[in-house]
């Protein structure tokens, strides 16, 4: 017997084209005193997050949504940095029947079996970088899941989430394009949501703070987090706070939050003042 409750479930007029895209930045801190220092610290997450390990977090991304990945490419730079893209589809891989390559006048090939399936991507790409006097550096990770059809790339929040060290997070969420009902009716979104925090776990939540700015007639999401408690311990890379003299943890921890507020608020601040 079925729940009366439960929405009826719309009827489509062929494939659901909607995209649904999910961007999920965050920022790592740390606390480099010295030029050695910050080139550990920059050493240690390029190696943290190498395009191995990357590639390994997309791909449980897809296993989480319910995708199949087509295609990997990725990538580690000189001097730091990594990128990965998945390419995958909501539906399994199709085999290429042996007729398709018997005639290569025809122009018969495996990617032209990709072509006939939807289209969706997973990419990551990590920037670590450093301010020029204050000793701060910082570790950027941009992760980018973007889906064609009924799964949804919000399922990968949590995993991602859990898969980075982070203090502050940037998400947008948005769904593009149409699909139609047998009627004919576009539809431009095809689930409800109010809020990318409806997504993200209790436990998760409990540990940022978070600020929404959503566009509901436009359907656009964004939503900011950032860590709650914060213990300068895990900001010091090589050493604890207790070698450190007390006007030294205080004007670290100055440095730190001020730069924490700046990615958080998305504005530079009057640093004469702090």
Do not use: W
Not at 45 to 65: C, F, G, H, P
Not at 88 to 99: A, H, K, L, T, Y
Not at 147 to 159: D, F, V, W, Y
Not at 225 to 243: E, I, P, Q, V
Request: aromatic letters at 10%.
């Amino acid at each position: 017997m079925s729940n009366q409750h439960e929405p009826e479930r719309i009827q489509l007029h062929g494939f659901n084209n909607l995209t649904k895209s999910l961007s999920f930045n965050m920022y790592d801190i740390c606390y480099t005193k010295t030029k050695e220092e910050r080139e550990a610290y920059i050493e240690y997450i390029d190696e943290q997050y190498n395009a191995d390990r990357l590639t390994k977090i997309l791909n449980t991304v897809s296993d989480t949504i319910g995708a199949h990945v087509l295609n990997v490419a990725k990538q580690d730079y000189v001097p730091q940095g990594a990128s990965v893209t998945l390419l995958v589809s909501e539906g399994p891989i199709v085999e290429v029947p042996p007729e398709a390559y018997e005639d290569e006048e025809q122009g018969a090939l495996p990617g032209s079996v990709v072509m006939q399936l939807d289209k969706s991507h997973l990419t990551v790409h990590t920037y670590p970088e450093f301010h020029p006097n204050e000793g701060i550096s910082t570790f950027r990770a941009d992760i980018d899941v973007s889906t064609c059809g009924e799964i949804s790339p919000l399922k990968a929040l949590n995993h991602l989430i859990d898969s980075f060290d982070t203090d502050i997070m940037t998400v947008d969420y948005r769904v593009r394009g149409f699909t139609r009902d047998i009627n004919g009716q576009k539809l431009f979104i095809d689930h409800d949501i109010t809020s990318i925090q409806n997504y993200i776990s209790q436990q998760h939540k409990s540990m940022f703070d978070m600020i929404d700015t959503n566009i509901y007639q436009e359907n656009v999401f964004h939503t900011k987090c950032r860590l709650k408690d914060f213990d300068l311990n895990n900001y010091l890379f090589g050493y604890s706070s207790d070698t450190l003299s007390a006007s030294e943890r205080e004007n670290i921890t100055r440095k730190l939050q001020l730069e924490m507020d700046e990615i958080f608020y998305g504005r530079n601040m009057n640093r004469m003042n702090r």
